[in-house]
């Protein structure tokens, strides 16, 4: 069954059954916006303030105010800045896990709305224009789908290009390695096939998870050099710094 086809299944299963916490199973009310009960939710890691302004990584301590982080201050990434609705534990991590490896299409939606926080949804009003992070063919085809796709279409009030930046090179999956080994594994492994799709224009980078943002770096690097005006990123979920 196709993912159009699986999505309709799920539709049409909502409207006739108990609406159900797709984390517990708990029955959630229908005022709810999404299938998540107030437990659940609860146990959220909502990013807030303070941060680092420039690449999003939420400090351990709750208490100051924004400021760059040691990495910004000795490495600034080619992004202008990158925001996630959520730290990358809890359901959140479980959420993202079951979308990308267990194909649960039922939390496709639950994560689209996380991605409207008010935070979030300044990048989108700056964004001429949303890229989802690609996936080389070969992954393509052996996961299904692109999780970044399906989360950028969070947001059909606003131009999304599928062909903007693609990824050139197969790479090892990120997961296990360090930072600088997650550096030299995604290095030129994205390009811009028409420059003229971005040249001038506000790239939002849209991803599920950033972990040492290697990956949306290297996007970033290839947008800007291909003309971009500036370019900014959007995750679910943010993995906080050690």
Same mark, same amino acid.
């Given at each position: 069954?196709?993912?159009?086809?699986?999505?309709?299944?799920?539709?049409?299963?909502?409207?006739?059954?108990?609406? %159900? =916490?797709?984390? /517990? +199973? !708990?029955?959630?009310?229908?005022?709810?916006? *999404?299938?998540?009960?107030?437990?659940?939710?609860? #146990?959220?890691?909502?990013?807030?303030?303070? %941060? =680092?302004?420039? /690449? +999003? !990584?939420?400090?351990?301590?709750?208490?100051? *105010?924004?400021?760059?982080?040691?990495?910004?201050? #000795?490495?600034?990434?080619?992004?202008?800045?990158?925001?996630?609705?959520?730290?990358?534990?809890?359901?959140?991590?479980?959420?993202?896990?079951?979308?990308?490896?267990?194909?649960?299409?039922?939390?496709?939606?639950?994560?689209?709305?996380?991605?409207?926080?008010?935070?979030?949804?300044?990048?989108?009003?700056?964004?001429?224009?949303?890229?989802?992070?690609?996936?080389?063919?070969?992954?393509?085809?052996?996961?299904?789908?692109?999780?970044?796709?399906?989360?950028?279409?969070?947001?059909?009030?606003?131009?999304?290009?599928?062909?903007?930046?693609?990824?050139?090179?197969?790479?090892?999956?990120?997961?296990?390695?360090?930072?600088?080994?997650?550096?030299?594994?995604?290095?030129?492994?994205?390009?811009?096939?028409?420059?003229?799709?971005?040249?001038?224009?506000?790239?939002?980078?849209?991803?599920?998870?950033?972990?040492?943002?290697?990956?949306?770096?290297?996007?970033?690097?290839?947008?800007?050099?291909?003309?971009?005006?500036?370019?900014?990123?959007?995750?679910?979920?943010?993995?906080?710094?050690?």
């Amino acid at each position: 069954m196709n993912f159009a086809l699986q999505r309709l299944a799920l539709t049409i299963l909502e409207f006739f059954l108990p609406r %159900l =916490c797709v984390f /517990c +199973g !708990a029955p959630v009310g229908v005022e709810a916006a *999404v299938a998540v009960c107030p437990e659940c939710e609860g #146990q959220i890691s909502w990013v807030d303030s303070p %941060l =680092c302004p420039r /690449c +999003g !990584a939420v400090f351990i301590s709750r208490e100051g *105010v924004d400021h760059l982080c040691r990495d910004c201050q #000795q490495d600034p990434p080619p992004f202008t800045r990158a925001r996630a609705a959520a730290v990358y534990d809890g359901p959140a991590a479980d959420a993202i896990r079951r979308l990308k490896y267990s194909r649960r299409l039922d939390y496709l939606a639950v994560m689209q709305h996380w991605l409207r926080r008010p935070h979030c949804l300044e990048l989108i009003a700056a964004a001429d224009l949303i890229v989802p992070v690609p996936l080389h063919v070969r992954r393509l085809k052996e996961r299904g789908f692109n999780q970044a796709v399906l989360l950028a279409r969070a947001f059909p009030e606003s131009p999304l290009s599928l062909e903007a930046l693609t990824r050139v090179r197969y790479t090892a999956p990120q997961a296990g390695l360090k930072p600088a080994e997650r550096r030299d594994n995604v290095r030129r492994a994205f390009q811009v096939p028409r420059p003229e799709v971005i040249k001038d224009k506000k790239v939002l980078l849209v991803d599920d998870v950033y972990t040492t943002g290697a990956t949306v770096r290297e996007c970033a690097k290839a947008l800007l050099q291909a003309g971009a005006k500036q370019v900014e990123v959007l995750t679910v979920a943010r993995v906080r710094p050690a």
